[in-house]
RNA sequence: GGACAGGUGGCCGAGUGGUUUAAGGCACACGCUUGGAAAGCGUGCGUGGUGUAACAGCCACCGCGGGUUCGAAUCCCGCCCUGUCCGCCA
């Protein structure tokens, strides 16, 4: 959701913000609309004073005994032009929030140009690929061979992309999601876990700009909720129509879910293995900042994801998405790619957005600034909202397996997992299970 | 799922169709008073929109959305939420 008034002090940046997102300007004809809009308040406010006036008069006239048929005539001739302002008004006050609510977020300037993924830049590669000395095998390959990734199982019940863990696979998952949540929540994390309901209105799917645009990719059940795709729908709205005091930001949670995605425009892609599911885990990170907080927190935040990743001692690197691959609602995401041995490819483990105050702006999430500037009048801003995975839990299992795969098919656990598996140094191969 | 009772500003709370232009109180801010403080007194104190150079002004908002009416916090309809009781349930 855009502000009309950015519009129309900044016009011009308005238009090379669209264009980054390879759309054509819009702020003159947007601003058509305002000025009509504004004038058609202006006329409906001042029929509503009189009319306003002139019942006040009545009231008084008939607490005093007094006739006001006269009075009463007035407001009825004026009634026709009373309810065509309102209308008028009305109407135009809703097309331009329809138009701008369906507009994607301004890229930042330092987001690269370009209109696909091919435009995205490399920004940091950090580990190194290991050197196998035998050809590695991928998930699905490594998972099927002992039987605890069972696909033909949960084919059975629930059909395609969906998946069987069992015995170790399982409790691995687990202790993925167990590690990230412990990293995040630590002193040096400093996230604080929630536990969120997994379904959701319509109201805050539309508060983090889930709906209109995505219906199409999320679950919806018969009485109407929507599962989570992420647990950033539940995370950000935490704030939701509220108004923060500036000493309580930045505000910081994580939460461990499952994520429900249909995805159905992605039919095709990714048909082998756990890389796309209609249900996975995630551990997501959601931040909640002033404006002038939520750059470097961008950077705190992608900086945080990544360090699961050191940690586990998976080889990544990190990507900037240039303005024709960023979500809506960003406007700057750094993807964070793992290496797969097994698919010779680093794939997307975490994307990381920066979304300003679209999201505040759509769910009217303020904050009262201590002091220095305000909003145009009243005393709030709209805070600056950021989401990440933290990371994604199936695809780091995936990465957990073909990275530490051994050549008779077991696979060495990280040290840092060891832990929360109760001691098990590897998983062992298919002859000896 | 059913029945009943509720939802008013940061908080408490009055308000059953018209000087409500939301009383009063608490909290908060500033001032007066004081040696200093408390008390007391005075003033201010919501959000959004519109408007203005900036003020002023104007409009809307009493859970949300509709409706009735010249006029709605107040009456009617739908929904959401909270409380209590009943039912069901891990």
């Not at 601003?31 to 406010?45: K, N, Q």
């Not at 306003?52 to 009075?71: C, F, M, P, T, V």
């Not at 957990?400 to 990280?414: A, C, F, M």
Request: with cysteine.
């Amino acid at each position: 959701m855009h502000d009309i008034r950015f519009i129309r002090e900044n016009p011009a940046a308005f238009d090379t913000g669209l264009k980054k997102r390879n759309l054509a300007p819009l702020s003159a004809e947007l601003l058509e609309i305002d000025r009509r809009r504004r004038a058609a308040i202006s006329e409906s406010e001042a029929a509503q004073a009189k009319r306003k006036a002139l019942s006040r008069q009545i009231g008084i006239a008939k607490g005093k005994g007094e006739a006001a048929e006269a009075l009463m005539a007035e407001v009825a001739a004026l009634e026709a032009s009373l309810k065509k302002g309102e209308a008028e008004a009305a109407a135009l006050d809703s097309e331009l929030t329809h138009r701008l609510e369906v507009l994607p977020n301004l890229p930042f300037d330092d987001v690269p140009d370009g209109t696909d993924e091919t435009g995205n830049v490399e920004i940091r590669r950090v580990g190194s690929q290991r050197n196998f000395g035998f050809t590695p095998k991928d998930h699905v390959a490594l998972g099927e061979a002992t039987g605890e990734m069972d696909f033909a199982a949960a084919g059975k019940m629930s059909g395609a992309r969906f998946v069987v863990l069992r015995k170790h696979l399982a409790r691995l998952e687990r202790a993925l999601a167990q590690f990230m949540l412990d990293l995040h929540t630590s002193e040096e994390g400093g996230y604080t876990e929630i536990n969120p309901p997994f379904l959701v209105r319509d109201k805050a799917a539309y508060g983090v700009g889930q709906l209109p645009r995505f219906a199409e990719d999320m679950f919806h059940t018969d009485n109407g909720f929507w599962l989570i795709p992420t647990a950033e729908v539940p995370l950000t709205n935490l704030v939701n129509d509220m108004v923060l005091e500036e000493k309580q930001l930045p505000q910081r949670f994580t939460a461990w879910t499952p994520c429900f995605r249909s995805e159905a425009g992605a039919a095709g892609k990714d048909t082998r293995g756990m890389i796309r599911q209609h249900q996975f885990p995630k551990v997501e990170l959601v931040s909640i900042t002033t404006p002038e907080q939520s750059a470097a927190e961008h950077e705190r935040m992608t900086g945080r994801a990544e360090e699961v990743l050191k940690r586990l001692d998976l080889p990544f690197r990190t990507i900037v998405l240039c303005g024709g691959d960023m979500g809506p609602a960003s406007r700057k995401t750094y993807d964070i790619e793992v290496w797969l041995p097994g698919q010779n490819a680093y794939r997307e483990i975490s994307s990381c957005s920066n979304c300003g105050d679209y999201q505040a702006r759509r769910m009217n999430a303020r904050y009262r600034p201590k002091e220095g500037p305000r909003g145009s009048k009243g005393g709030t801003r709209f805070v600056h909202t950021l989401n990440g995975s933290g990371l994604a839990v199936g695809r780091t299992l995936i990465a957990v397996l073909e990275n530490y795969q051994n050549e008779d098919g077991s696979v060495t656990i990280p040290e840092v997992l060891r832990s929360y598996m109760g001691g098990l140094a590897a998983i062992p191969a298919p002859a000896a299970q």
